[in-house]
């Protein structure tokens, strides 16, 4: 899913640099932004047998989120999400371009910008894996510098709210996967930092245990005003997190804007599925196309534009041809919202 | 330093938690120990009762406490950030506002210090009440023993540490660690004490540091060595301790452009 490129193209020589993006709502960076990229890129060099390629993971991406926002970071495996991440919290070095995390230079400032930022990743854990939960939170208290009392007091409410109370005794490695990720998240959190990355929180995780984790988040950024970045490929956690959402494709930005507009840009259609009292030949309706019937012709799935007619209008042109018994309306899944940004940039692209 | 404290702290703590696995390894000590034990001790007896100023007592003092060194230096094993850099949990570690070579270290010395405990002090039993060893009869030894143990401990896991960071690099070093156990396992003196060594030998062996993670506090401890010769030691420990911590400051800073975080 990744491009590459030969290894004779060193950094930033090849490829011509985009001028910065501004984001889709014409927001400019100001004094509360808490993260400002400008056409940052990251290479990777892949041993292949003999040959040494250069993979670009993250390549040219400018945009900024401001101090209180609620940002979706997604896109396919592979495309670069978790090494932005990793650009911001100061772990990865870039290839070129810059990168200010709460307006600090993150590598330069690691130590400084640690204590202000709280950043899980799912697939790795930030706890002592032998020691019982409330032994890590003590740790990373001293870490942080935290004094006895806003210790105790943030442990505390991190307990109630994430309802830990019943496994703070437990070893890590004895948690379950539910309970493990409420203590990541409860970890990140505790020296309250301005930024939460969370790095596909919610991955593995069932039904209930993903509401949960939600709701407190929802919570937290009510109470704390936190700033979140989540990269996910859970689409429940971005509409239920996020009011901002950046894809990105090929290590590039292929969007930047809200979740509705993201189904607006791609023209996500809206489904009619009618239940007909008798068989029917396929429906010929104004402004909406006939996907497919099932039974006969008893059931017909009718796709529309809500940006050019509406349910009811093709409803109504339908009952004016038949009976209609029951119908549904199904909503673009998110999936396939993201999968056609995909492909345009793709086709685009090549 | 409270939060270096703290995380040493966490690493004995966690050791702990493998008790099983130290009873294990006293079990494998001791019956190298008893071998060790048998060639050294005949060495001694060929040698008239004395070989390079050893005699039968301090000769198995220098066995059973070389033996019981062994769960809380590491010369054989990769370093816990050598694991890190290849599973790529050391991103985790660049998230923590603390330097990510102590922090290493002071783990690993953390869960060192305990290893004292279920298999240091029953390795030093076994000596005692085995084959008779000699322990010094005077509390100075031990004070100084203690500190230079301690030298040897936070010596070896830091040198533990600057190997890792090849890893930055090289991502899979288990090769080197092959070449590392050899050369630590001859030079720090736990074969045969590294003043039975041939004169060329004991001159590299001195210009390298691994005699301090191991021969010096064993010396010290074990009244071989006293007063300001002990001292001596010490200090020389301490000055290895210095430049490996540099080194590994400097690799690490090097090493993290080139950081990759395996794994996603």
Known sequence: MSRTTPETAGPGTARPRATARVPADGRTPSSDTIVEVRGLSRDFRVRDGLKVRRLTAVDDMSWSIAAGEAVGYIGANGAGKSTTIKMLAGILVPTAGEVLTCGLRPVKDRKKLARRIGVVFGQRSQLWWDLPVRESFGILAAIHSLSRAQERTRTDELVETLDMGDYLGTPVRQLSLGQRMRAEVAAALLHRPELLVLDEPTIGLDVLSKQRLREFLVRERAEHGTTLLLTTHDMGDVERLCDRILVVDHGRLAYDGSLDGLGRTVGAERVLIVDLAEPRAELAVPDARHLRSEGGGLRQHLAFDPATTTAARVLAAVSEQADVLDLTIAEPAIEDVVRRIYERATTSSS | ?264
């Open chain 2, 1 to 264: 330093m409270r939060v270096y404290a703290r995380i040493l702290a966490a690493g004995f703590r966690t050791q702990s938690r493998y008790l099983p696995a130290a009873f294990a390894g006293l079990l494998a000590n001791a019956t190298f120990g008893l071998l060790k034990s048998g060639i050294l001790l005949t060495l001694v007896d060929d040698g008239g009762g004395e070989i390079a100023g050893y005699t039968a007592g301090t000769m198995a003092a220098y066995v059973w406490l070389s033996q019981g060194l062994l769960g809380s230096v590491n010369i054989w094993s990769l370093p816990g950030s050598a694991e890190r850099i290849k599973s790529g949990a050391i991103a985790v570690d660049f998230l923590r506002p603390v330097d990510v070579q102590l922090a290493g270290i002071a783990d690993d010395v953390g869960r060192g210090v305990f290893a004292l405990i279920p298999r240091g002090l029953p390795s030093v039993g076994v000596g005692v009440l085995v084959v008779g060893m000699a322990m010094p009869a005077q509390v100075l030894p031990y004070v100084l023993g203690a500190v230079s143990l301690l030298l040897g401990i936070a010596l070896s896991h830091s040198l533990a540490y600057l190997l890792g960071t090849a890893g930055f690099w090289l991502v899979e070093i288990r090769g080197l660690q092959v070449l590392y156990m050899g050369v630590s396992g001859l030079l720090t003196g736990l074969m045969t004490p590294v003043w039975l060594f041939p004169d060329w030998l004991k001159v590299i062996a001195l210009a390298t540091p691994f005699p301090a993670v191991m021969m010096y506090p064993i010396d010290v401890l074990s009244g071989r060595t006293t007063g300001a010769d002990a001292l001596w030691l010490i200090a020389a420990q301490a000055g290895w301790l210095a430049l490996a911590l540099a080194a590994g400051q400097v690799a690490t800073r090097l090493g993290r452009r080139k950081l990759e975080v395996q794994g996603g």
